[in-house]
């Protein structure tokens, strides 16, 4: 183990002065890899399609090459799952992230390649540990295993030569012996693909273990940490773990949970938020203490950011790094080392520095409630739901909103479905100051609001615990990197929770 201890400080320091490179140099940085991924793209038949060997920066990139969608590249991707090459990419894609899907299809296909698993994906898995060690010299996570909780994976394509799965899964199946060993529970375990049969085996086979990490969705890793103190008869978690000091967490906004983790921990862990995807890894938290994340910029991915304000226009302006601003929401757009060209990921960020370039999720382009151009995002939810509980005494896991519109009565408003843990004493007084938080969040929001005369206040039911879990299972959407979804400008998800709950 000492040995082992040596070569990972050895590493940290070195990886760390290569961090401190892109921190020093950000833009130059970021005008390489946009350059290194156009010479790589050039033999493809889509760099061919766009003559990326003329190309000579990114103004003629962006004039050049349109934003896509996944249904822009799903042709091209459907090829590279029948067994062709060449074309996205130079390299051979053996394996592809399945997620949720589009509208058009049931699941998205994610190409992942070589590159991207290795400097893009594994690259980030060790800075975060380089990181953490570099601002916690004395930890002792390097003594135990780290509990990862991820998907599954199927073998897909012609001969079965190909891979489909969540891409923790992938991660998993392809990670060199020694961080297999560091890791646990067992592969076998780990990529099963029924969740509650893995919720019990993973449960079983850790518990004796010796755990100084966590890492996986919070609230998936919730559930299995409460199943947990269910088998062993413990109240907090750290009674089962000893050494456990950290939980590396990401995908779902983690203040919602911090409460609930709080509450079965006897001794405090320091969190650390990435920001990964089957698209790619893009930041780490890089201060025991903060909310934000340091952009990382040498991970093989060219990243452009579209102001939200312009995102419905027809050919929306997209800036590269250097020409950001704090205080604006962007969506993302990224070209890889996989072989995803100016594509537009769906995620919402606000930078909170320049210098570093540090960001912090605020949401999805598809996630908010738009009725009356009242612009309701998911940060502005995740905030006035936070204010709201702490003024009702009150606490909550999951929630998803849409707007009702009756057209007898020519009425609007935003109707909310809330599991609490904590049940205010007042619905009515919680739905108020959800509202008054709202309305000083959002000034769009608060307009639509006046007199209510466009919106009404919201409706909000509260639902009985479990809920969330239940709807989940129905859509065949436990686990893995599956998550709630909060707001949408339609009303199928809130619908069918509403249908579920009436046929019981």
């Known amino acids: 183990m000492a040995i082992f201890n040596s070569i990972v400080s050895w590493f940290m320091r070195r990886r760390m002065h290569q961090i401190e490179y892109f921190l020093k140099y950000p833009d130059e940085v970021q005008r390489e890899w946009l350059q290194k991924l156009l010479q790589s793209g050039s033999s493809t038949e889509w760099g061919k399609k766009y003559d990326y060997d003329s190309i000579n920066n990114f103004y003629d990139y962006v ?97 079965g030569q190909i891979a489909c799965g969540d891409v923790s899964a992938i991660l998993m199946d392809n990670l060199p012996f020694w961080a297999q060993l560091a890791r646990t529970p067992s592969i076998d375990i780990a990529l099963i693909e029924d969740w509650e049969e893995k919720l019990d085996q993973m449960s079983n086979a850790t518990i004796k273990e010796n755990v100084t990490a966590l890492m996986g969705v919070p609230s998936w890793m919730l559930v ?114 996989a072989g995803l060209w100016r594509y537009m990921i769906g995620d919402t960020i606000e930078f909170t520095s320049l210098d570093p370039y540090r960001i912090r999720v605020t949401g999805r382009t598809t996630s908010f409630v738009n009725t009356f151009g009242e612009e309701v995002i998911e940060d502005n939810a995740n905030k006035a739901l936070e204010v709201a509980c702490r003024n009702t005494n009150s606490d909550f896991t999951n929630y998803t909103v849409a707007p009702y519109i009756n057209e007898d009565n020519n009425t609007a408003m935003h109707e909310w479905i809330i599991e609490f843990v904590q049940v205010p004493d007042s619905v009515d007084a919680f739905t108020h100051e959800l509202d008054v938080a709202l309305k000083s969040l959002n000034s769009d929001y608060e307009a639509k609001r006046h007199k209510d005369i466009m919106l009404k206040p919201p409706k909000v039911h509260a639902v009985p615990r479990g809920t969330f879990y239940e709807w989940m299972r129905n859509r065949e959407r436990l686990g893995g990197q599956n998550k709630v979804p909060r707001l949408n400008n339609e009303r199928n998800y809130v619908d069918e929770i509403l249908q579920m709950l009436a046929e019981k």
């Open 63 to 159: 004039n050049r090459v349109p934003i896509s969608k996944y249904e822009d590249l799903q042709p091209y991707i459907e090829r590279l799952r029948a067994g062709e090459n060449n074309i996205l990419w130079n390299t051979d894609v053996k394996w592809f992230a399945k997620s949720s899907g589009t509208t058009n299809s049931k699941s998205k296909f994610i190409p992942v390649t070589n590159e991207a698993l290795n400097d893009c994906h594994y690259k980030g898995g060790k800075d975060l540990i380089a990181i953490y060690l570099h601002n916690n010299p004395d930890s002792i996570i390097l003594e135990g295993k780290t509990l990862a909780m991820g998907g599954s994976l199927k073998q897909d394509g012609v001969g």
């Open 224 to 337: 299995m940490l409460n199943r947990i103190l269910e088998m062993t008869g413990k109240k907090y978690i750290n009674e089962v773990w000893n050494d456990l000091e950290l939980f590396i967490h990401g995908g779902v906004n983690f203040s919602s949970y911090r409460n609930h983790y709080d509450k079965i921990l006897s001794k405090p862990l320091y969190y650390l938020q990435t920001y990964n995807a089957s698209e790619g890894f893009f930041g780490i938290q890089d201060r025991l203490v903060a909310t934000d994340m340091l952009l990382m910029l040498d991970y093989g991915i060219f990243y452009e950011f579209i102001p939200l304000s312009n995102l419905q226009s027809d050919n929306p302006k997209s800036h590269p790094i250097w020409e950001v601003e704090m205080g604006k929401n962007y969506a993302v757009v990224i070209s890889t080392n």
